[in-house]
């Protein structure tokens, strides 16, 4: 039981660093970029074949599957997503379903089609018994690291003036713009950092979540459930969210395999027809 | 007789903030009223009410008598209460003809007809012809709504309104940011409108307030201030202390 | 110089001739419309090898109608429009699967199935932003999925639903295997579906769901029960789907859960955004125009088509769609609003609660 929920919790934490990038985007700029996963993605892959084909070990590959989609984000903000941020929502979603086709037919023929295995180090294998309860190396790993860049978000947000200056910018982008701040590259910046997240936690969650061309298909849901339930005025709500979504996910496979994703989506549906909001945002 | 349009004790708080502080206030049938006050006294609040798309906190709001408190905005139409906005809310890919025909067809309940075309109906086609005329938009029938000079959408602006034929017509700013070349053609077809439409004018702008309205109500803090004829309201010193005293003494 | 000394001799022709005029033009057929479905109802005899794509494109084009009603007359973005369109698929394929072989029962019972989900799914859209609603739709379609993947006593799960057959088409023209009946069936169908979908486009029902999708605010403010009418579009659009997702199992006599798969929500937007939105024809030309690109594509890289489709996507978009329809417009000059200069006097109307 209480394996499951340790299992939940590590799970939440990964899809919580895949998607709070998401979270800013939308809450920052409107802007509904279905392609997040595909940054996930890259990442996943950068540590897959660093490993497997240069040998570098597992931490060292980390920095890279951060900065990787880091770059590819900032690129692609500059180039392509900014000119979109006036536009409809039906255009933003077009534009990234679209940059979602390319991404997997992409990797699909650059990789190949099959799961990527990525092999632990060994010191992160097996399980060790603490108070009692079955813990895996690999899962209090995560957590740990997802935890520290949990509370270095937090922190960042709350304390450094890029952190003041990004929430200025969501809570209305005009009056920041009058404050002096330079809004466009807040934007930008936050773009590739997002993306670099989600790279991290793409890397970091293969082992979990799996990693093949589909990725960002499959877990695009999860993503849009993170952030619709979460809300996107603090980075509380989604953090929040994705540890019941990992729980509920991990609890809903185990006990009642037979549901699979249904409760899940029925959860989302019911949550959004109370809350538009989203679960954890101040009603407006 | 019962008045036109009437509130009593309408409140509204947002949150700890008092936007409409019990408002009572009687629009007598055929009135010329206009409502002034200064930015954010609660003018647009106050409209929001009256047609529906805020709820009160508290109070009532009585069309032709009947309480209308609890009616969505869309019923409150079909009664004949009708607005304009302040800033143009039209349907920029209709044409005019589109619009007006949209608002009078919605009227005789054709709204829900989807068998017919649009503008097979006499009576449809006749009352188009009519709004045309009164506001002056028979050359740009056919125009894309997006396409016409401001001073047109403008009229548009009203004309829609219009056709849905009110008892109560709430004017919002008409004449606002329209080109000095294209005023008189408005304020003129303002002037014309047929006398057993009650209308309430909310305006910034004392030319057209003196030479519209015959009453005049004043609103400060989301409350009613003063109210009573053009002369006594632009007599009356604490009136011109607060609000009117910057424009009279221009 | 009087070229047209009749038009000079007759009585100029009052506001109310030109007015009525005006507005029951849009109701008429124009010539291009006619040649459109002449040449459909040609191909039933001229292009015998192609019936089974042609059937497809039929399909295709009648969801992607579908569709349109929703997104480019009604302005409700959905990302799970296949919900209704694999509700029909199944409804019609079970039907048959359990004897009730005859394909007009079988469509019609699909059209009910679906747009009784489209009722009641209806309400759930009208809430909330565009994301809350790109997020229900997609929602309920992934649920739908999902039922139909775990319910596989009643639907075959991953396997598919096998072993459908079907009766002929009323009681006379029987399925064959170069797909003529079916094709033709399809096109039947289709067409008389459009038919009714243009009625009522140019309907003051259809009229008041363009004045929504332009400005909600305004359009409540002129008398229209907003949730209603959409409620009612929402409702038919699914029927439409429905209809669409029947025909696919009867013809094909097969219904897998892909169906009810996310990529078929996506290809069909693609498909409306390739032919245009909110002129009706866009889905039917974008249904040709997405077969033959899915054609030529896949036969240049098989495996990868999807990399073309995802940048055509990205280009439409940069490009900016309103340009590419507006010269599709351009050539079809009675069922749009000509696009004349594009002076932009409104203001971007903020069309959110005052």
């Excluded at chain 1, 996910?249 to 549901?259: C, R, T």
């Excluded at chain 2, 607005?83 to 005789?108: D, K, Y």
């Excluded at chain 3, 079907?166 to 289709?190: C, K, N, R």
């Amino acid at each position: 039981m209480l394996t499951i929920l340790f299992d939940g919790i590590a799970y939440g934490m990964v899809l919580f660093v895949l998607a709070c990038g998401l979270a800013v985007t939308l809450g920052l700029m409107n802007f509904v970029n279905l392609a997040h996963g595909a940054f996930a993605m890259a990442g996943g892959y950068v540590t897959a074949v660093l490993m497997n084909r240069y040998g570098v070990p597992f931490l060292a590959t980390l920095p890279l599957a951060f900065i990787v989609p880091a770059i590819m984000g900032l690129v692609l903000e500059r180039s392509l997503y900014r000119q979109l941020y006036a536009r409809s929502h039906l255009d933003q979603v077009l534009f990234s379903i679209g940059l979602v086709f390319m991404a997997v037919a992409a990797v699909d023929y650059a990789m190949g089609s099959q799961q990527q295995l990525i092999q632990l180090p060994s010191w992160l294998q097996g399980r060790v018994e603490v108070l009692g309860i079955q813990v895996g190396l690999y899962r209090s790993f995560i957590i740990a690291i997802c935890g520290v860049l949990v509370v270095a978000l937090q922190l960042i947000l709350s304390r450094t003036r890029f952190g003041i200056r990004l929430r200025a910018a969501v809570d209305d982008p005009r009056v920041a713009r009058g404050l002096g701040i330079n809004v466009s590259m807040i934007f930008a910046a936050t773009f590739a950092v997002g993306s670099g997240l989600a790279g991290l936690g793409g890397a970091l969650g293969a082992e979990i979540l799996g990693l093949d061309p589909t990725f960002p298909l499959k877990f695009m849901i999860y993503f849009l459930i993170v952030v619709t339930v979460g809300g996107t005025t603090s980075i509380t709500g989604p953090f929040l969210a994705s540890l019941i979504l990992g729980i509920a996910d991990v609890a809903g496979k185990y006990y009642v395999p037979s549901l699979g994703a249904f409760v899940i989506y029925t959860l989302m549906i019911v949550v959004l027809i109370l809350r538009p909001q989203g679960l954890f945002a101040r009603a407006r | 007789m019962a008045a036109a349009l009437e509130t009593r004790g309408l409140v509204k708080r947002f949150g700890g903030l008092v936007a409409t502080d019990n408002v009572t206030f009687r629009l007598e049938q055929g009135a010329r009223h206009a409502l002034i006050g200064p930015n954010g006294a609660g003018k647009t609040t106050l409209i929001n009410l009256l047609t529906g798309v805020l709820a009160p906190t508290s109070g009532q709001i009585f069309l032709d008598g009947v309480d209308v408190t609890q009616m969505p905005p869309e019923r409150r139409v079909q009664r004949g209460l009708a607005r304009t906005f302040q800033i143009n809310q039209l349907f920029p890919a209709m044409t005019p003809l589109e619009t007006i025909g949209l608002a009078v067809s919605e009227r005789m309940g054709g709204g829900r007809d989807w068998w017919r075309v649009t503008g097979s109906k006499r009576e449809i086609v006749d009352e188009i012809v009519e709004i045309a005329q009164r506001f002056r938009l028979t050359d740009v029938l056919d125009e894309r709504t997006s396409n016409l000079a401001y001073g047109k959408q403008r009229l548009l602006e009203i004309a829609v309104a219009f056709a849905c034929r009110p008892r109560v017509l709430l004017l919002d700013e008409p004449a606002a940011g329209v080109p000095e070349a294209e005023r008189h053609e408005l304020l003129a077809t303002v002037a014309a409108l047929p006398r057993d439409v009650s209308v309430l004018l909310i305006e910034h702008d004392m030319d057209l307030v003196f030479s519209f309205a015959d009453r005049i109500s004043v609103l400060v803090n989301g409350a009613l201030f003063a109210e009573g004829t053009i002369e006594e309201v632009s007599t009356d010193p604490r009136v011109r202390a607060v609000y009117l005293g910057e424009n009279v003494d221009e | 110089m009087h070229a047209d000394p009749i038009a000079k001799s007759a009585p100029p022709p009052s506001t109310a001739d030109l007015v009525r005029r005006s507005l029951v033009r849009k109701g008429r057929w124009g010539v291009a419309e006619i040649g459109f479905w002449a040449v459909a109802a040609a191909t039933l005899f001229f292009l015998p090898e192609r019936h089974l794509i042609l059937n497809e494109i039929a399909i295709i084009g009648l969801f992607a109608l579908s569709l349109d009603l929703i997104l480019g007359y009604a302005g409700i973005v959905s990302l799970g429009h296949a919900a209704f369109f694999g509700f029909g698929a199944y409804t019609a394929g079970i039907l048959a699967k359990h004897g009730f072989a005859d394909p007009l029962l079988g469509l019609g019972a699909a059209a009910l199935a679906a747009a009784l989900l489209g009722f009641v799914t209806s309400f759930l859209v009208l809430r909330g932003t565009d994301l809350t609603k790109l997020m229900v739709t997609l929602g309920v379609a992934l649920l739908l999925g999902e039922i139909a993947n775990q319910a596989s006593w009643l639907t075959g799960g991953a396997d598919g639903l096998q072993g459908i057959s079907m009766g002929p088409v009323l009681g006379l023209f029987e399925f064959d295997i170069f797909g003529t009946t079916a094709y033709a069936y399809s096109l039947t169908v289709s067409f008389l579906l459009f038919i009714l979908a243009r009625r009522i486009v140019v309907s003051p029902f259809g009229l008041s769901l363009r004045s929504i999708r332009d400005n909600p605010l305004r359009a409540r403010a002129v008398g229209i029960p907003v949730s209603r009418r959409l409620v009612a579009v929402y409702t038919l659009a699914a029927a439409y789907a429905g209809v669409a997702g029947a025909l696919l199992a009867q013809t094909t006599q097969f219904v897998s859960l892909d169906v009810l798969a996310f990529h078929r929500s996506a290809d069909i937007m693609l498909v409306l955004v390739i032919g245009g939105a909110g002129y009706l024809y866009g889905g039917l030309l974008g249904a040709i125009g997405f077969k033959v690109l899915q054609d030529i594509l896949s036969g240049w890289t098989p495996q990868y088509w999807q990399f073309w489709i995802g940048l055509i996507l990205v280009v439409i978009v940069l490009v900016g769609r309103e340009r590419l329809t507006d010269k599709v417009g351009a050539l079809w000059p009675r069922s749009r609003t000509r696009p004349a200069g594009q002076a932009q006097v409104l203001p971007a109307t903020p069309a959110r609660e005052v």
